[in-house]
């Protein structure tokens, strides 16, 4: 229940939300507020922020408990998406890292990836981010030139990325590439990267500039030669990005 509205309550919340809700804007005001404008500043929140979050219980609100979930419904990720714009609180990347990135593990992922990544994701260990915007590509994605070429059991990527949400401080990157650029939107296909100094070919850009969420890390990602295993395909076979 926010402290802003206290007589609200949406038709899908149960007492369990509203519990949620209290203890979201407790947090927030706690870990969040006070650091807003230097956050702002620095354009990143700090990684040990990551971690509180995660400690907090809030990066796998809706992802399940045998991965260290809470196990919850979408509801969960609403209610506490509503406390941060209710705190003013524009820096995070949680929105980004756990109800979507993480969710395209959970859902696309076998069984050996999710138990790989999954629970570094909801601890706060691991922070995702999605590498989809291009400079000559934005919502255009059937144009995106980032290709991945199969190398025995890797894959070998080459292209650049942009205003990408997470870019300083992802140890996770899920990336859209074109693993038949012949084949249109059939050869689409999303690989992750885990951006660990066994990288090789992986370079962070320039931190970008933006008309608001100052505090949110967005920067360029560049991908030269860079080896992925074959094994970090997410979903069952190729081509499968547009449909995932």
């Not at 506490?80 to 980004?96: K, M, Y």
């Not at 979507?100 to 601890?123: C, D, M």
Request: net charge negative; charged share 25%; proline share 3%.
């Amino acid at each position: 229940m926010s402290e802003l509205f206290p007589a609200y309550r949406a038709s899908w919340e149960t007492d369990q939300h509203r519990e949620l809700r209290k203890y979201a804007a407790e947090f927030l005001l706690k870990e969040s507020t006070p650091n807003q404008e230097r956050w702002a500043r620095e354009h990143q929140v700090d990684r040990e922020y990551w971690n509180k979050l995660g400690d907090a219980g809030l990066l796998g609100l809706d992802l399940p408990e045998r991965f260290g979930g809470a196990g919850g419904d979408f509801g969960y990720s609403a209610v506490f998406a509503e406390e941060q714009a209710l705190a003013h609180d524009t820096s995070s990347g949680w929105a980004v890292h756990s109800p979507i990135a993480a969710h395209y593990l959970n859902t696309y992922g076998n069984e050996e990836q999710k138990q790989r990544w999954l629970p570094r994701v909801i601890s706060g260990d691991a922070v995702l981010a999605i590498a989809m915007t291009e400079p000559g590509a934005g919502s255009d994605l059937q144009g995106i030139r980032t290709t991945a070429v199969r190398d025995g059991s890797h894959y070998v990527l080459n292209g650049s990325k942009t205003f990408i949400s997470n870019g300083t401080h992802c140890d996770l990157l899920i990336i859209v590439t074109k693993t038949d650029p012949a084949a249109g939107a059939a050869g689409v296909s999303l690989i992750v990267a885990e951006t660990d100094e066994s990288l090789h070919g992986f370079e962070r850009g320039r931190v970008l500039e933006k008309i608001g969420q100052h505090g949110q890390d967005t920067r360029e990602l560049f991908f030269s030669d860079m080896r992925v295993p074959v094994a970090n395909l997410l979903g069952d076979n190729e081509g499968l990005g547009f449909t995932s």
